[in-house]
Every structure is written in C-alpha cells, then in structure tokens.
C-alpha cells in the first residue's frame, strides 16, 4: 500500500491498524493541541490558542457545536459516497478548505510553504492570509494551479489594498476574502501577559515588506530599518473607518469572487449580499476578537435561512473534526474553514503533519457522512441534525 494519507475513509482506518503505525500527526483535536503545546515556545502557542477576554467565546464555539445531535439514517445504501462540491466553478474533494492563519513562521519555518504543498497534494484550497510569512507569489510557487484564496485585512492605504488584491489575482488566487471582524485586535490576554505579538517582531507581515506600495511608504528599505517598516505596517494594516460602502471600493478592484469573512449578524448577512459580495463565511474568529460573543455555530443557525442559497455560506470557530463538518453542512454551510488544528499539525509535522490532518478529517468526515445514511452532500440537511439540551 502507498502512503496511509492517500486512502480514504474507511481503508485509511485498515491501512492505519494493519500497519500498526502511528499517523504524522494525533489524530484526535485535543491531543493534537497537546502535541503542538510541547513542541512550540509559550509566546507561539498562547498566540495560536489566544482568544479574546476569559476565553468564553471560543469554549461556546466548542460547547454550541457539541449541542447539534446527528440523526443517523439507516436501512441506506452506502456503499459509494461522492463528498465532492463546487464552490464558484470549481469543484473540491470535500466541501473543506484551510482558514487564513498569521504568522504561521511561529509554528514551522517553512510556515505557509509547507501548508500550500499539502493543501495542493489534497486539492483543498488554502486561504493565503494577508498576515502569512512568506510573499504571496512564492506561496503560490509551491501549488501549481491548486485551489488557493487570498485573505485581505482592508487597509487604511486604498493604494496598498489595490496593490494587494492586484498581486493576489496574478498568483492566480480565484476568490478574495475580505475579514471584516477584525479593524483592530482583540483583547487577548495570554498575548498581553505574555508580552508577546509575532507581528510586533517583523513576524507575519512578508505581504507587505514585498509590496511595492508599502515599501514607498517608508523612508527606508525594511532591510535596513524593520522596526520602521514594522511600526508602519501597524499603522496601516487594518482600517477602523471601513464599512460596508467601502467595500464597493474593493468589489470595483475584482471581478474574482469575493467573500466577507467575520458575519455572525443576520442582518450583516442581508446587507453583505446587497452589497454584491458573492459568499459569506459565518465566523467569530474562533473566539479571538469579542468575549462573550454568540458561538458562530449558533449564528449559522440563524444566517443560513436569511441567506437562503442565494451565495454560497462557508463556516469556521470550532471545526475540529468530520462530524463537525457534518454539522455545518447540515445546518446549512457549503463549506467549513479549518483553523487552529491546522497551526497544531504545521508545529508538529510540518507538510507532512498539514497533509496528515487533511487525510485525517476527510476519512472521519466520509466515515460520519456515510454511517448516517449519506451518500453524497445534497443529503445532509436539517433534518440530519437535532439540538439536544444544554
Ligand atoms: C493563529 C491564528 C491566526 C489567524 N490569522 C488570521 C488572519 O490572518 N486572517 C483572518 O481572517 N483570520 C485569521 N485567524 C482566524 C481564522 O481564520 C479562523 O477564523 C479561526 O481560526 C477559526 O476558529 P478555530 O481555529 O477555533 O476553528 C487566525 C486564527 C488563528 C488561530
Ligand atoms: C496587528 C496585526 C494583527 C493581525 C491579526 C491576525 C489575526 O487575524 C489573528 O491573530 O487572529
């Protein structure tokens, strides 16, 4: 047999067993965590696992998701089972994609590198964050003409944002994502306590030290002076003025797909479709930007109906495993974003331990589908799914 990553499902579980070995990277979330935990300096786990405030919203994330009971059909015809779906024409093995993560350098060296060559040996597309370690261009370098998105913070500088998604589209990245939940950084305390952001250390802004329009913003080259370029990069990174009529700024720079990324408000839902975005992603950020805000599952719950298949819905805050990409989708997602499990298996295996989680999640998402009577996506819907008690 090949490599245990290129069986699916239930033969991945055989070639597992048979070969008595232990995959890359633990295949359960929390011992994953654990695993990255031993591996990586206090300041590069607080700064993955961080969350706003107490924590409350990242354990209501977990908590909400666990209430969704699935509700197996049985009596069905499994055999088979096809997870594929397209999103904006293009049609993925699993309705899965990797979520924008910063400063992923603080995990592995070879940081975004090593998530694009695994996301593109599994033909999930990786969401390139404006915050990634390496230059856009050199991280496409490594997918051929693999599925990737690029992840946009809005800038204060109109020039850098139109420099930024202009470079983004020549990479060939096919939709842009635009995150709207974070105009300033939450407060994080283990960061704080800590006294430690990767960014305030030059870390997880290669975007813009390689950007024409930033670099004639400083007096001098980043080279010579990064505390001045980095002191720059904080003034303009993010854009507190930037609202929903501002975005008609970025929709007029593309004609790629454009999605905002953030939206937890039906309301929010409403007025991004009326302002011509093409997809929305249900997200709190996993929990990093308000303490005590509504678990993203929930508002998934409430959005979906609103947006009614009129753009495709992705998800993230929680996904740790395939019954949780089983719940989304019930609840009407059309794809979950994969967030700090994947920061975990870059510390501990690198492209190997990226490409491992993949294998991972789509074997237990095929598994889950199948064992509760689905054979292709289509079938999983609400009725799929039960809120059990608190
Ligand atoms: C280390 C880390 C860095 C992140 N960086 C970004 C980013 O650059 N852009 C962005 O839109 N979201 C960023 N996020 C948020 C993720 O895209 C995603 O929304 C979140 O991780 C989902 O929650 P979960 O990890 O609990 O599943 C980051 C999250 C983490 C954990
Ligand atoms: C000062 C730069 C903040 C970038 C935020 C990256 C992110 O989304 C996160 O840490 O969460």
Not at 85 to 99: C, D, K, S, Y
Not at 159 to 178: D, P, W, Y
Not at 183 to 196: A, I, K, N, S
Not at 237 to 246: L, Y
Request: charged share 20%; net charge neutral; glycine share 10%.
């Amino acid at each position: 047999m090949g490599s245990l990553l290129e069986a699916p499902g239930p033969h991945r579980q055989a070639a597992i067993y048979v070969a008595g070995t232990a995959p890359a990277v633990p295949v359960d979330a929390d011992r994953l965590r654990a695993a990255a935990q031993a591996m990586l300096s206090p300041e590069a786990f607080a700064y993955a696992d961080g969350a706003a405030g107490r924590g409350t919203t990242r354990r209501a994330n977990r908590h909400a998701l666990d209430r969704w009971q699935i509700r197996p059909r049985v009596g069905r015809d499994i055999t088979g089972g096809d997870m594929r779906a397209t999103l904006f024409g293009r049609t993925l093995p699993v309705p899965m994609l990797l979520a924008p993560l910063g400063a992923l350098e603080l995990a592995h060296p070879h940081a975004d590198l090593a998530v694009a060559r695994a996301a593109a040996g599994a033909g999930v597309p990786m969401i390139v964050s404006s915050q990634a370690s390496f230059a856009m261009e050199r991280i496409a370098g490594e997918m051929a003409d693999a599925p990737r998105w690029f992840q946009l913070y809005p800038s204060r500088s109109a020039a850098l944002v139109e420099s930024l998604v202009t470079r983004a589209e020549a990479c060939g990245c096919e939709a842009i994502v635009v995150t709207l939940d974070t105009p300033t950084l939450g407060w994080r305390p283990d960061d704080l306590d800590l006294g430690h952001l990767p960014f305030f250390f030059g870390k997880g802004i290669a975007n813009y030290l390689s950007d024409p329009v930033f670099r004639a913003l400083l007096d001098r080259p980043p080279e010579e002076d990064l505390p001045a370029a980095v002191r720059m990069f904080l003034g303009v990174f993010a854009n507190p003025g930037f609202t929903w009529a501002k975005l008609a700024g970025v929709r007029a720079l593309t004609r790629l797909p454009l999605l905002v990324k953030g939206v937890t408000h039906p309301d929010d839902a409403r007025r991004a479709i009326d302002h011509g975005v093409d997809g929305i992603i249900v997200s709190n950020h996993g929990g990093r930007q308000i303490d005590g805000a509504v678990p993203a599952v929930t508002a998934l719950d409430e959005i979906a109906p609103v947006v009614a298949g009129q753009v495709p819905v992705l998800f993230d805050s929680g996904i740790r495993g395939g019954t949780d990409i089983f719940r989304a989708l019930a609840l009407g997602a059309n794809g979950v974003l994969i967030g700090r499990p994947l920061f975990h298996a870059l510390a501990v295996a690198g492209e190997a331990g990226v490409a491992a989680l993949i294998a991972n999640l789509i074997a237990e998402f095929d598994l889950t589908m199948r064992l509760a009577g689905c054979t292709a996506i289509a079938e999983i819907d609400r009725n799929m799914i039960r809120r059990g008690e608190p």
